[in-house]
């Protein structure tokens, strides 16, 4: 056997042990051997809360240096393990190596980035007002403001990024270096990624003595595990990547629990693409072309994956419509992420077959678990009147809106719903467009580019990775880059408290 081949065990980790359950469920993988995984159950679920809710009595308190350190060790670990990694997580996703590799790095960089970011402080809007005894007609306390960690989370591992939005993704990043233990619920597509990804926080953990309820991995199961979890009374948030119906379903749970909870949900985008008349004119066959490779860049399970474009109707609209179907001919077909994936692809592919208002541009015909593109186009007003037109498809399938001018673009940007991404293309000569519809895109994204493709998604101080709904559950949050990690603080403010009694941040 190979020095660096990974054999799952196929257990459970709550509260620094490995456990199994009575039942088991088999990976379905890409490629290569399928293993089995303990089934999570809600006493499982109930025993990592009450694992996590006893550390954060100490874990909360550590200091922003211990943290930090935890979470560079978390990172060290992953790149311990990275050829193991990258082994599984190909064959259970289907992903090329190359892109586990950069997805590795991208989750190790944002655990360092966290190190990084506490150690500054920034993040805690530390505020003093002092007091004024003196003050007519009544004198001003001593006030002292900083944000402080909210207690245990929950985390939902993302289907399309086995690592980034995963066991030790953002989500997890942001919750620890806050100061709050988690509780990951693994993900059925890539249980043998998650299993080794826990293996290295549970390292971590031993490494720089953490307490052991800090972090807990909970594989598979049904839906009861997920219900129990975001449920649980010692669970104080959300944090969930993944399909509109399922996160509405697990929204609603958490605020219908007796003290509701906020629940950060990343749901669906089609993430519009705005080509304005200028830039078509002078390079509508370039945008085209990129628009192909942006649309079946990874099958196009990006929730950035820009699914719409829209562009005035004549030739130069036409000749963006055409560049674009000529390079999607030329695709190849690549596997995805799982076989529901696959099936839940073909299915949107038939919503738009079903349909008299589309038009067919490219039609294909996937197998299997493998995906082809697709292109349809239709017109701003048809897209208006049919709701399910501006639906996420999760794949390579792309449709263009063709509207008659600039008003008819600016209705339709405000018939959008909410939008992880909105992108304009546009040269010196779309300027006053471009401000026309920057109001209207400012409040239906969370980013908005130009002259680019949005597939991209930097971790770094300023970047918003959420939106209005759907796009996300809460507007005023994002999963990446550092603001994320607002999500799991909450503001105190202590008055007229001695020294002695200010937590250490405040000290």
Request: glycine share 12%; proline share 7%.
């Amino acid at each position: 056997m190979p020095k660096d081949t990974f054999t799952p065990h196929g257990k459970h980790l709550i509260a620094g042990e490995w456990i199994t359950s009575d039942q088991t469920f088999r990976s379905e993988p890409a490629h290569g051997p399928a293993h089995d995984y303990a089934v999570g159950t809600p006493d499982l679920v109930d025993r990592a809360c009450e694992a996590a809710e006893e550390a954060f009595w100490t874990y909360g308190y550590t200091s922003r240096e211990e943290r930090a350190a935890f979470l560079n060790a978390i990172a060290d670990e992953i790149e311990a393990r990275a050829d193991q990694i990258t082994e599984i997580g190909t064959q259970e996703s289907g992903l090329p190596e190359a892109r586990l590799q950069g997805e590795r790095g991208r989750t190790t960089g944002q655990l360092r980035l966290f190190a990084t970011h506490i150690q500054k402080g920034d993040y805690l809007d530390r505020r003093h007002d002092e007091a004024l005894p003196d003050r007519q007609p009544l004198p001003r306390p001593d006030l002292k403001m900083v944000q402080r960690p909210i207690g245990p989370v929950a985390v939902f591992g993302a289907s399309n990024f086995p690592l980034a939005f995963s066991t030790a993704g953002g989500d997890t990043a942001a919750a620890l270096a806050a100061g709050c233990p988690v509780v990951v619920k693994g993900h059925s597509a890539h249980p043998g990624t998650g299993e080794i990804v826990a293996e290295a926080i549970h390292a971590a953990i031993q490494k720089t003595g953490m307490p052991a309820g800090v972090f807990s991995l909970i594989q598979g199961g049904k839906r009861d595990v997920g219900q129990s979890l975001v449920q649980h009374p010692l669970i104080k948030a959300v944090g969930f990547t993944g399909s509109l119906g399922g996160g509405r379903a697990l929204f609603d749970l958490c605020a219908q629990r007796p003290e509701p909870i906020p629940f950060f949900g990343e749901l669906g985008s089609v993430n519009p693409m705005f080509l304005l008349p200028e830039a078509a004119k002078a390079r509508g066959a370039q945008i085209g072309e990129g628009w192909a490779g942006s649309l079946t860049m990874g099958a196009g399970q990006f929730c950035t994956n820009p699914g719409i474009a829209v562009v005035e109707a004549g030739p130069e609209g036409d000749a963006f419509v055409q560049a674009a179907a000529e390079a999607l001919k030329g695709a190849s077909s690549q596997c995805m992420l799982t076989d529901g994936i696959a099936q839940a692809y073909k299915d949107g592919k038939q919503r738009f077959d079903g349909r008299n208002a589309v038009r067919p541009v490219l039609v294909t015909d996937s197998e299997g678990r493998n995906a082809l593109p697709n292109l349809y186009e239709t017109d701003a007003s048809d897209y208006l009147q049919d709701h399910a037109l501006g639906e996420e498809v999760f794949g390579p399938l792309g449709l263009v809106v063709r509207v008659t001018g600039p008003d008819e673009m600016e209705t339709l940007a405000k018939g959008f719903e909410g939008q992880l991404t909105a992108t304009l293309h546009m040269d010196d000569g779309d300027t006053a467009l471009g401000k026309r519809l920057m109001p209207v895109l400012e409040r239906k994204a969370g980013r908005i580019l130009v002259n680019g493709f949005p597939t991209g998604v930097e971790v770094a101080d300023a970047m918003v990775h959420g939106g209005p709904y759907p796009a996300s559950t809460n507007f005023g949050a994002t999963s990446v880059g550092t603001l994320s990690i607002r999500r799991f603080l909450r503001p105190v403010c202590y008055q007229n408290m001695p020294d002695a009694l200010l937590p250490g941040d405040l000290g």
